[in-house]
Protein backbone atom coordinates (compact mmCIF):
# COMPACT_ATOMS: atom_id res chain seq x y z
CA UNK A 1 0.00 0.00 0.00
CA UNK A 2 1.02 3.48 -0.67
CA UNK A 3 -0.07 6.43 -0.09
CA UNK A 4 -0.43 10.05 -1.88
CA UNK A 5 3.07 11.74 -2.05
CA UNK A 6 1.31 14.86 -0.47
CA UNK A 7 1.11 13.27 2.87
CA UNK A 8 4.33 12.32 3.55
CA UNK A 9 4.62 15.90 3.25
CA UNK A 10 2.26 17.28 5.73
CA UNK A 11 3.58 18.91 8.82
CA UNK A 12 2.64 16.43 12.32
CA UNK A 13 -0.78 18.21 13.92
CA UNK A 14 0.76 20.96 16.31
CA UNK A 15 -1.51 19.69 19.39
CA UNK A 16 -0.74 16.30 18.89
CA UNK A 17 2.66 16.43 20.82
CA UNK A 18 1.05 18.85 23.52
CA UNK A 19 -1.64 16.41 24.11
CA UNK A 20 1.19 13.50 24.71
CA UNK A 21 2.75 15.54 27.37
CA UNK A 22 -0.42 16.44 28.99
CA UNK A 23 -1.22 12.88 28.54
CA UNK A 24 2.42 11.80 30.95
CA UNK A 25 1.20 14.16 33.48
CA UNK A 26 -2.40 12.86 33.86
CA UNK A 27 -0.81 9.95 34.47
CA UNK A 28 0.95 10.74 37.21
CA UNK A 29 -2.25 12.04 38.80
CA UNK A 30 -1.08 15.73 38.25
CA UNK A 31 -3.99 17.98 37.64
CA UNK A 32 -3.58 20.40 34.86
CA UNK A 33 -5.18 23.28 32.93
CA UNK A 34 -5.36 23.39 29.40
CA UNK A 35 -5.33 27.18 27.65
CA UNK A 36 -4.16 25.71 24.89
CA UNK A 37 -6.94 25.04 22.52
CA UNK A 38 -9.46 27.41 21.16
CA UNK A 39 -12.63 25.89 22.08
CA UNK A 40 -15.52 27.72 23.73
CA UNK A 41 -16.31 26.18 26.92
CA UNK A 42 -19.82 28.05 27.21
CA UNK A 43 -22.22 26.10 26.14
CA UNK A 44 -24.59 26.81 22.65
CA UNK A 45 -27.52 29.69 23.78
CA UNK A 46 -30.32 27.91 25.07
CA UNK A 47 -32.41 29.18 22.50
CA UNK A 48 -30.59 28.31 19.09
CA UNK A 49 -30.86 24.88 20.97
CA UNK A 50 -34.78 24.67 21.18
CA UNK A 51 -34.54 25.75 17.57
CA UNK A 52 -32.60 22.94 17.08
CA UNK A 53 -35.24 20.27 18.73
CA UNK A 54 -38.25 21.73 16.97
CA UNK A 55 -36.21 21.39 13.74
CA UNK A 56 -35.44 17.33 14.99
CA UNK A 57 -39.20 16.82 14.93
CA UNK A 58 -39.60 18.42 11.07
CA UNK A 59 -39.37 14.70 9.02
CA UNK A 60 -37.98 17.05 5.34
CA UNK A 61 -35.32 17.61 7.71
CA UNK A 62 -34.15 14.32 7.66
CA UNK A 63 -33.46 13.72 3.96
CA UNK A 64 -30.52 15.09 2.14
CA UNK A 65 -29.59 18.49 2.24
CA UNK A 66 -29.58 21.07 -0.68
CA UNK A 67 -25.74 20.98 -1.78
CA UNK A 68 -25.27 24.83 -1.38
CA UNK A 69 -27.31 24.83 1.66
CA UNK A 70 -31.07 25.66 1.58
CA UNK A 71 -32.31 28.95 0.41
CA UNK A 72 -33.71 30.17 3.74
CA UNK A 73 -29.51 29.55 5.50
CA UNK A 74 -28.27 30.77 2.68
CA UNK A 75 -31.01 34.51 2.89
CA UNK A 76 -30.53 34.36 6.54
CA UNK A 77 -26.65 34.56 6.09
CA UNK A 78 -26.83 37.44 3.41
CA UNK A 79 -29.65 39.25 5.94
CA UNK A 80 -27.28 38.66 8.74
CA UNK A 81 -23.87 40.41 6.65
CA UNK A 82 -26.71 42.97 5.64
CA UNK A 83 -27.38 43.78 9.41
CA UNK A 84 -23.85 43.54 10.55
CA UNK A 85 -21.53 44.64 8.07
CA UNK A 86 -24.20 46.58 5.65
CA UNK A 87 -22.70 43.90 2.80
CA UNK A 88 -25.64 43.33 0.06
CA UNK A 89 -24.96 39.61 -1.32
CA UNK A 90 -27.42 37.59 -3.56
CA UNK A 91 -28.14 34.39 -1.06
CA UNK A 92 -28.76 32.20 -4.59
CA UNK A 93 -25.04 33.29 -6.19
CA UNK A 94 -22.85 34.75 -3.39
CA UNK A 95 -23.43 32.92 -0.59
CA UNK A 96 -22.57 28.66 0.32
CA UNK A 97 -23.31 26.76 2.88
CA UNK A 98 -20.20 25.01 4.53
CA UNK A 99 -19.74 22.33 7.17
CA UNK A 100 -17.66 24.90 9.46
CA UNK A 101 -15.34 27.06 8.01
CA UNK A 102 -12.16 24.49 8.16
CA UNK A 103 -13.89 22.13 5.58
CA UNK A 104 -14.67 25.36 3.06
CA UNK A 105 -10.82 27.00 3.49
CA UNK A 106 -9.47 23.21 2.51
CA UNK A 107 -11.56 22.70 -0.23
CA UNK A 108 -10.92 26.19 -1.64
CA UNK A 109 -7.50 24.77 -2.70
CA UNK A 110 -9.06 21.82 -4.61
CA UNK A 111 -11.08 24.27 -6.19
CA UNK A 112 -8.41 27.05 -7.04
CA UNK A 113 -4.95 25.22 -7.13
CA UNK A 114 -2.85 23.26 -9.22
CA UNK A 115 0.19 21.11 -8.17
CA UNK A 116 2.93 22.89 -8.05
CA UNK A 117 1.04 26.23 -7.68
CA UNK A 118 1.52 28.46 -4.72
CA UNK A 119 -0.72 29.62 -2.32
CA UNK A 120 0.14 33.05 -0.38
CA UNK A 121 -0.56 32.45 4.05
CA UNK A 122 0.50 34.57 6.64
CA UNK A 123 3.37 33.37 8.31
CA UNK A 124 1.58 32.87 11.38
CA UNK A 125 -1.69 31.39 10.85
CA UNK A 126 -4.06 28.71 10.67
CA UNK A 127 -2.84 25.74 9.52
CA UNK A 128 -5.31 24.86 7.07
CA UNK A 129 -3.95 27.66 5.32
CA UNK A 130 -0.90 25.71 4.03
CA UNK A 131 -2.28 22.18 4.27
CA UNK A 132 -4.86 22.73 1.56
CA UNK A 133 -2.25 23.91 0.23
CA UNK A 134 -0.23 20.71 0.64
CA UNK A 135 -2.77 18.31 -0.22
CA UNK A 136 -3.06 19.79 -3.67
CA UNK A 137 0.85 18.98 -3.95
CA UNK A 138 1.15 23.01 -4.30
CA UNK A 139 3.59 25.44 -2.40
CA UNK A 140 2.96 27.61 0.60
CA UNK A 141 4.55 31.16 0.44
CA UNK A 142 4.67 32.23 3.90
CA UNK A 143 4.11 36.12 4.02
CA UNK A 144 6.00 37.81 6.99
CA UNK A 145 3.97 38.91 9.86
CA UNK A 146 6.03 41.20 12.49
CA UNK A 147 4.98 42.59 15.48
CA UNK A 148 6.56 46.14 14.60
CA UNK A 149 4.00 46.28 11.04
CA UNK A 150 1.04 45.44 13.89
CA UNK A 151 1.28 41.33 12.39
CA UNK A 152 -0.39 42.70 9.16
CA UNK A 153 1.01 39.66 6.50
CA UNK A 154 3.54 41.72 4.49
CA UNK A 155 3.14 40.89 0.53
CA UNK A 156 5.72 43.73 -0.79
CA UNK A 157 8.52 41.32 -1.45
CA UNK A 158 7.21 38.37 -3.11
CA UNK A 159 9.56 36.81 -5.71
CA UNK A 160 8.50 36.69 -9.25
CA UNK A 161 7.87 33.17 -9.97
CA UNK A 162 6.16 32.80 -6.95
CA UNK A 163 3.83 35.30 -7.48
CA UNK A 164 3.31 34.81 -11.27
CA UNK A 165 2.07 31.22 -9.79
CA UNK A 166 0.12 32.57 -7.11
CA UNK A 167 -4.13 31.35 -7.28
CA UNK A 168 -4.75 32.36 -3.29
CA UNK A 169 -4.01 34.69 -0.49
CA UNK A 170 -5.21 34.00 2.86
CA UNK A 171 -5.46 36.89 5.12
CA UNK A 172 -7.31 36.44 8.62
CA UNK A 173 -8.35 39.48 10.98
CA UNK A 174 -9.11 39.84 13.78
CA UNK A 175 -6.61 37.22 13.89
CA UNK A 176 -5.81 34.00 15.18
CA UNK A 177 -3.37 33.84 17.24
CA UNK A 178 -1.92 37.16 17.19
CA UNK A 179 -5.32 39.33 17.85
CA UNK A 180 -4.22 41.78 15.21
CA UNK A 181 -6.65 43.94 13.66
CA UNK A 182 -6.92 45.11 10.23
CA UNK A 183 -7.29 48.61 9.10
CA UNK A 184 -9.01 50.02 5.79
CA UNK A 185 -5.71 50.79 4.04
CA UNK A 186 -4.76 47.05 4.73
CA UNK A 187 -7.37 45.43 3.14
CA UNK A 188 -7.40 48.03 -0.06
CA UNK A 189 -4.20 47.20 -0.57
CA UNK A 190 -4.61 43.68 -0.48
CA UNK A 191 -7.57 43.78 -2.68
CA UNK A 192 -5.93 45.63 -5.15
CA UNK A 193 -2.51 43.74 -5.28
CA UNK A 194 -4.93 40.63 -5.65
CA UNK A 195 -6.84 42.49 -8.55
CA UNK A 196 -3.52 43.43 -10.06
CA UNK A 197 -1.76 38.99 -9.52
CA UNK A 198 -5.20 37.92 -10.69
CA UNK A 199 -4.86 36.39 -7.20
CA UNK A 200 -7.70 35.23 -5.14
CA UNK A 201 -8.10 37.06 -1.75
CA UNK A 202 -9.81 34.50 1.25
CA UNK A 203 -10.79 36.24 4.10
CA UNK A 204 -11.07 34.54 7.09
CA UNK A 205 -13.71 36.10 9.18
CA UNK A 206 -13.78 33.52 12.30
CA UNK A 207 -13.78 36.03 15.04
CA UNK A 208 -15.50 39.04 13.70
CA UNK A 209 -18.04 39.14 16.74
CA UNK A 210 -15.34 38.67 19.80
CA UNK A 211 -14.49 42.11 19.71
CA UNK A 212 -13.51 44.27 22.96
CA UNK A 213 -13.66 47.94 24.13
CA UNK A 214 -15.94 49.45 21.76
CA UNK A 215 -14.44 47.99 19.05
CA UNK A 216 -16.57 46.61 16.11
CA UNK A 217 -14.85 43.71 13.40
CA UNK A 218 -14.90 44.52 9.63
CA UNK A 219 -15.87 42.37 6.48
CA UNK A 220 -13.42 42.51 3.65
CA UNK A 221 -16.67 42.81 1.71
CA UNK A 222 -17.03 46.07 3.14
CA UNK A 223 -14.23 47.75 0.71
CA UNK A 224 -15.56 48.96 -2.84
CA UNK A 225 -13.51 46.28 -4.90
CA UNK A 226 -13.88 43.44 -2.75
CA UNK A 227 -16.33 41.72 -4.49
CA UNK A 228 -13.67 41.40 -7.63
CA UNK A 229 -11.67 39.26 -6.28
CA UNK A 230 -12.69 38.43 -2.38
CA UNK A 231 -13.81 35.54 -0.42
CA UNK A 232 -15.06 35.67 2.70
CA UNK A 233 -15.72 32.98 5.11
CA UNK A 234 -17.58 33.27 8.69
CA UNK A 235 -18.14 30.94 10.98
CA UNK A 236 -20.86 30.24 13.49
CA UNK A 237 -18.32 27.77 15.92
CA UNK A 238 -17.03 30.72 18.08
CA UNK A 239 -19.68 33.00 17.72
CA UNK A 240 -22.44 31.54 18.97
CA UNK A 241 -20.65 28.55 20.80
CA UNK A 242 -20.99 26.08 18.17
CA UNK A 243 -17.97 24.22 17.76
CA UNK A 244 -19.57 20.87 17.50
CA UNK A 245 -22.06 21.58 14.77
CA UNK A 246 -20.09 22.38 12.29
CA UNK A 247 -21.92 25.51 10.44
CA UNK A 248 -20.63 28.22 8.27
CA UNK A 249 -20.93 30.10 4.84
CA UNK A 250 -18.73 31.06 2.72
CA UNK A 251 -19.70 34.37 0.61
CA UNK A 252 -18.28 37.43 -2.01
CA UNK A 253 -17.36 36.78 -5.31
CA UNK A 254 -19.77 34.62 -6.90
CA UNK A 255 -16.77 32.99 -9.08
CA UNK A 256 -15.52 31.50 -6.20
CA UNK A 257 -18.15 30.58 -4.72
CA UNK A 258 -19.63 28.83 -7.37
CA UNK A 259 -15.90 27.28 -7.80
CA UNK A 260 -16.03 25.57 -4.18
CA UNK A 261 -19.63 24.71 -4.62
CA UNK A 262 -18.67 22.56 -7.68
CA UNK A 263 -15.85 20.77 -5.33
CA UNK A 264 -18.10 20.31 -2.65
CA UNK A 265 -21.18 19.28 -5.02
CA UNK A 266 -18.50 16.26 -5.45
CA UNK A 267 -17.67 15.54 -2.04
CA UNK A 268 -20.56 16.00 0.46
CA UNK A 269 -23.72 16.52 0.58
CA UNK A 270 -24.27 19.82 2.71
CA UNK A 271 -25.12 20.14 6.25
CA UNK A 272 -28.14 18.67 8.11
CA UNK A 273 -31.18 20.75 7.68
CA UNK A 274 -31.82 20.45 10.93
CA UNK A 275 -28.32 22.44 12.28
CA UNK A 276 -29.23 24.63 9.31
CA UNK A 277 -32.29 25.93 11.00
CA UNK A 278 -30.47 26.01 14.55
CA UNK A 279 -28.12 28.41 12.61
CA UNK A 280 -30.57 30.24 11.18
CA UNK A 281 -32.08 31.48 14.87
CA UNK A 282 -28.83 32.39 15.52
CA UNK A 283 -28.00 34.29 13.16
CA UNK A 284 -31.94 36.33 13.04
CA UNK A 285 -32.39 36.21 17.26
CA UNK A 286 -31.85 38.99 19.21
CA UNK A 287 -27.72 39.35 19.21
CA UNK A 288 -27.16 39.63 23.19
CA UNK A 289 -25.82 36.07 23.05
CA UNK A 290 -22.67 37.86 21.34
CA UNK A 291 -22.43 40.64 24.09
CA UNK A 292 -22.78 38.63 26.84
CA UNK A 293 -20.02 36.33 25.89
CA UNK A 294 -17.67 38.98 24.74
CA UNK A 295 -18.22 40.60 28.33
CA UNK A 296 -16.98 37.01 29.66
CA UNK A 297 -13.99 37.07 27.41
CA UNK A 298 -12.93 40.60 28.15
CA UNK A 299 -13.08 39.73 31.59
CA UNK A 300 -11.02 36.95 31.32
CA UNK A 301 -8.43 38.73 28.60
CA UNK A 302 -7.94 40.94 31.75
CA UNK A 303 -7.49 38.72 34.30
CA UNK A 304 -4.78 36.74 32.00
CA UNK A 305 -2.96 40.08 30.66
CA UNK A 306 -3.26 41.21 34.92
CA UNK A 307 -0.95 38.01 35.66
CA UNK A 308 1.63 38.19 32.79
CA UNK A 309 2.58 41.00 33.61
CA UNK A 310 3.10 40.05 37.29
CA UNK A 311 5.16 37.88 36.19
CA UNK A 312 6.97 40.33 33.92
CA UNK A 313 5.86 39.41 30.55
CA UNK A 314 4.80 42.60 28.59
CA UNK A 315 1.84 42.10 27.12
CA UNK A 316 -1.00 43.50 24.80
CA UNK A 317 -4.58 43.26 25.54
CA UNK A 318 -6.36 42.22 22.42
CA UNK A 319 -8.93 44.09 21.26
CA UNK A 320 -10.34 41.01 19.48
CA UNK A 321 -10.54 36.99 19.38
CA UNK A 322 -10.31 34.52 22.78
CA UNK A 323 -6.76 34.24 22.32
CA UNK A 324 -3.66 36.30 24.30
CA UNK A 325 -0.61 36.42 22.16
CA UNK A 326 2.59 37.26 24.04
CA UNK A 327 6.34 37.18 23.41
CA UNK A 328 8.63 34.64 26.00
CA UNK A 329 11.11 35.71 28.46
CA UNK A 330 14.79 36.40 27.15
CA UNK A 331 16.58 33.14 26.37
CA UNK A 332 13.56 30.93 26.10
CA UNK A 333 12.38 29.67 22.48
CA UNK A 334 8.56 29.03 22.15
CA UNK A 335 8.49 25.28 22.81
CA UNK A 336 10.99 25.97 26.25
CA UNK A 337 8.72 28.28 27.54
CA UNK A 338 5.51 26.03 27.07
CA UNK A 339 6.97 23.32 28.49
CA UNK A 340 8.31 24.60 31.31
CA UNK A 341 4.89 26.49 32.28
CA UNK A 342 3.61 22.89 31.76
CA UNK A 343 5.91 21.39 33.95
CA UNK A 344 6.06 23.62 36.86
CA UNK A 345 2.62 25.44 36.86
CA UNK A 346 0.83 22.72 34.91
CA UNK A 347 0.19 24.79 32.70
CA UNK A 348 -0.62 24.04 28.69
CA UNK A 349 -0.08 27.04 26.26
CA UNK A 350 0.75 26.87 22.28
CA UNK A 351 3.91 27.60 21.43
CA UNK A 352 3.86 30.47 18.77
CA UNK A 353 6.43 28.23 16.37
CA UNK A 354 3.43 25.87 15.81
CA UNK A 355 1.58 28.62 13.33
CA UNK A 356 4.51 29.24 11.05
CA UNK A 357 8.06 30.64 10.44
CA UNK A 358 7.36 33.60 12.31
CA UNK A 359 5.36 32.39 15.15
CA UNK A 360 8.73 31.58 17.11
CA UNK A 361 9.40 33.21 20.14
CA UNK A 362 5.66 33.71 21.41
CA UNK A 363 3.03 31.44 23.12
CA UNK A 364 -0.49 31.51 22.61
CA UNK A 365 -3.47 31.68 25.70
CA UNK A 366 -6.61 30.36 25.02
CA UNK A 367 -9.58 32.16 27.15
CA UNK A 368 -11.96 29.67 26.78
CA UNK A 369 -11.46 27.57 30.08
CA UNK A 370 -13.84 28.33 33.20
CA UNK A 371 -13.01 31.79 35.43
CA UNK A 372 -12.16 29.24 38.45
CA UNK A 373 -9.40 27.28 36.24
CA UNK A 374 -8.53 30.39 34.82
CA UNK A 375 -7.65 32.02 38.08
CA UNK A 376 -6.12 29.02 39.31
CA UNK A 377 -3.86 28.68 35.93
CA UNK A 378 -3.26 32.32 36.38
CA UNK A 379 -2.39 31.82 40.79
CA UNK A 380 -0.33 28.97 39.12
CA UNK A 381 1.85 30.65 36.60
CA UNK A 382 2.53 34.05 39.28
CA UNK A 383 3.53 31.63 42.19
CA UNK A 384 5.69 29.02 40.15
CA UNK A 385 7.26 30.71 37.50
C1 LIG B 1 -11.73 28.13 14.62
C2 LIG B 1 -11.19 28.67 13.36
C3 LIG B 1 -11.71 28.27 12.12
C4 LIG B 1 -12.60 27.07 11.96
O1 LIG B 1 -13.86 27.24 12.23
P1 LIG B 1 -14.92 26.09 11.94
O2 LIG B 1 -16.03 26.82 11.30
O3 LIG B 1 -15.25 25.52 13.27
O4 LIG B 1 -14.33 25.07 11.04
C5 LIG B 1 -11.25 28.88 10.97
N1 LIG B 1 -10.30 29.83 11.04
C6 LIG B 1 -9.75 30.21 12.18
C7 LIG B 1 -8.69 31.24 12.17
C8 LIG B 1 -10.17 29.64 13.39
O5 LIG B 1 -9.57 29.99 14.51
Known amino acids: MKTADCLNHMAPYLFAQIDKKRNALKEQGIDVISLGIGDPDMPTPAHIVDAMKTALDKPENHQYPDYSGSLAYRSACAQWMKNRFGVDLDPKTEVLGLIGSKEGIAHLH ?42 LADFDNIPEEVLSRAKIMFLGYPNNPTGALATEEYFDKAIDFCIEHDILLAHDN ?10 LAPSILERPRARECCIEFFSLSKAYNMTGWRIAF ?29 AIT ?43 WTRVPEGETSESFATRLLEKAHVIVTPGSGYGPDGEGFIRISLTTPDDRLLEAVRRIKENM
Open 110 to 151: TAFVNPGDWVLAPSIGYPVYSGGATLQSAETYFMPMRAEQGF
Open 206 to 215: AYSEICFDGY
Open 250 to 278: ACGNAEAVAALGTVKNNLDSGQFNAIQDA
Open 282 to 324: ALTAPQTCISEMCALYQRRRDLVVDALRAIGMECIAPKATIYI
